[in-house]
């Protein structure tokens, strides 16, 4: 399989840095990976060479104030323009591949991204799949900003799976946002959870939802009455004493699996045609 590969796109804010990882064979799909907040595209490799193994053509955007992008650090002040520079992305990827099947992957604060994306966008995604997803009764952001002062409290590590391995790399990463959130962020991530709760419904789309039952960061129950909100066909897999990142977790194989199985029921299986038909 080749090495992932970069491209620079002009973004709503400036360099738009875009990741691709591409398929081992003709590809059959492509797949939009969204990463989550702190951190960037590359830490979800392993989920992008699932994916490119199983016939996706992968483009991973660094979000605007995030990785290799333009932006001052985690800062968000419209989710409205993160998810117009993945449309950006998009364009891209099917200029690449035209007629092929879109398959939107969002983790955390990418599961909000990608839910709204799927909302402005309605009937480009053929599926949705979600990782510890920012949707719902998300009490973090509220309760920040009812403080004078944004406290200096970084991501645990530990938080993000039980593999000690993950944390530590996640610590040591230099493109890792290590300080506090901040309170413009936190101001947009309310606006967008409450534009994805009383956004349009998405028309059945097929819907994967994974979520760790030990997730602190983005708790369960909070998200749960997001993903049912979003009038999608759900099938739910919540993942026992898995933290946030699930496919960063031991039961990751597992994940990977039910993943593939899932998207060959919603693209017809392996024998789907290159052009998408």
Not at 55 to 72: I, K, N, Q, T, Y
């Amino acid at each position: 399989m080749a090495d992932a590969r970069e491209h620079v796109l002009d973004g709503t804010r400036g360099r738009l840095s875009v990741r691709e990882w591409p398929a081992a064979a003709p590809p059959r799909y492509v797949a939009l990976l969204m990463h989550g907040y702190g951190e960037h595209a590359a830490r979800h490799a392993g989920l992008a060479r699932v994916l490119a193994a199983h016939g996706a053509a992968v483009h991973a955007p660094d979000h605007l104030g995030h990785g290799r992008s333009a932006g001052e650090r985690v800062l968000i002040e419209d989710f409205e323009e993160v998810v117009a520079d993945v449309h950006a992305v998009a364009l891209l990827a099917r200029a690449a591949h035209p007629g092929l099947p879109l398959v939107l992957v969002g983790h955390s604060m990418g599961g909000l991204i990608a839910s709204r994306y799927a909302q402005l966008h309605p009937g480009e995604a053929a599926a949705l799949v979600l990782s510890g997803p920012v949707l719902g009764d998300w009490a973090l952001p509220r309760r920040l900003l009812a403080l004078e002062e944004i406290p200096d409290t970084p991501v645990s590590p530990a938080a993000l799976s039980r593999d000690p391995g993950v944390g530590a790399a996640y610590a040591a990463d230099p493109l890792v946002w290590h300080g506090p959130m901040k309170r413009p962020t936190l101001e947009a991530f309310v606006r967008t959870l409450d534009a994805v709760a009383n956004g349009p419904g998405l028309g059945g789309l097929p819907l994967l939802w994974f979520h760790g039952e030990d997730d602190r960061l983005v708790p369960l129950s909070g998200s749960r009455r997001g993903v049912e909100a979003l009038g999608a066909a759900v099938t739910e897999r919540i993942v026992p004493g898995a933290r946030h990142e699930v496919f960063q977790e031991w039961e990751k194989a597992a994940a990977f699996a039910e993943l593939t199985r899932f998207l060959d029921a919603v693209l017809g299986g392996a024998d789907r045609g290159g052009d998408g038909r």
